[in-house]
């Protein structure tokens, strides 16, 4: 059991560059979430769904986008990357509300 | 909105000591409560949910309280080691669709040998 994994650990984009982060999550949870960790600002809920083809957005959702198209993973896509968007993101999986995380994905934005 | 506090932001313990850490939160119409271990450079561990209907939470030396009337949780940690030395998380959980939680800042924890 790999539990939640996210794809890829490390990354450093220009400003403008586009790119996807990979979820996955072999629980077979209906929930999954993607977050953001910043120092000072905690962790703050991007985009979730609640199951295969559904998404909604959370707390901080402007300058992404999300796909659920299998139930297993969960894609979180920046279309024109922004150094604001420097952070550390977390994907999360839920069953009866106790949520499990990934090991984090560490984005630089030149 | 839900708003969640720990305070404080650090602690440092002798080993052996036990810990106390408190997490408040502004809406007590909870779903649940979860606790979160984090290491440096590290994801979420969870260490202990507890439902709205619950009080407390019991995993080996993590003891986990909720008192939902005054809006506050606490974690205990009975006889502390150096490897209990981490961030900690609490987490206020809504049933509103998607189980969303609202976290709190955070207690960096340091245990001294």
């Known amino acids: 059991n790999a539990g939640v994994t996210q794809t890829p650990k490390f990354r450093v984009l220009k400003t403008g560059q586009s790119m996807t982060l990979l979820c996955a999550q072999d629980?077979?949870?209906?929930?999954m979430y993607w977050y953001r960790q910043d120092p000072g600002m905690g962790l703050r809920l991007i985009h979730y769904?609640?199951?295969?083809?559904?998404?909604a957005k959370g707390e901080v959702p402007d300058g992404y986008n999300v796909s659920r198209l299998k139930k297993q993973n969960f894609l979180l896509g920046l279309e024109s990357a922004a150094p604001s968007q420097t952070s550390v993101y977390f994907c999360?999986?839920?069953?009866?509300?106790?949520?499990?995380f990934g090991p984090g994905t560490r984005l630089t934005v030149l | 909105k839900q708003e969640v506090t720990q305070i404080p932001a650090a602690l440092s313990v002798p080993e052996g000591e036990n810990l106390v850490l408190n997490c408040s939160f502004t809406?007590?119409?909870?779903?649940?409560l979860q606790w979160f271990r984090q290491d440096p450079g590290k994801g979420l561990t969870s260490l202990l949910l507890?439902?709205?209907?619950?009080r407390e939470q019991t995993s080996g030396r993590l003891n986990a309280s909720l008192d939902k009337s005054s809006g506050r949780s606490t974690l205990y940690i009975a006889a502390s080691q150096p490897g209990d030395s981490a961030t900690y998380l609490c987490?206020?959980?809504?049933?509103?669709?998607?189980?969303?939680?609202?976290f709190g800042g955070g207690t960096r924890v340091l245990v001294k040998p």
């Open positions: 629980m077979n949870h209906e929930y």
């Open positions: 507890i439902q709205s209907s619950q």
């Open positions: 769904s609640v199951g295969e083809g559904t998404t």
């Open positions: 999360a999986s839920s069953l009866k509300g106790e949520q499990f």
């Open positions: 987490a206020a959980g809504i049933k509103a669709a998607g189980n969303k939680l609202t």
């Open positions: 809406d007590s119409a909870i779903y649940n």
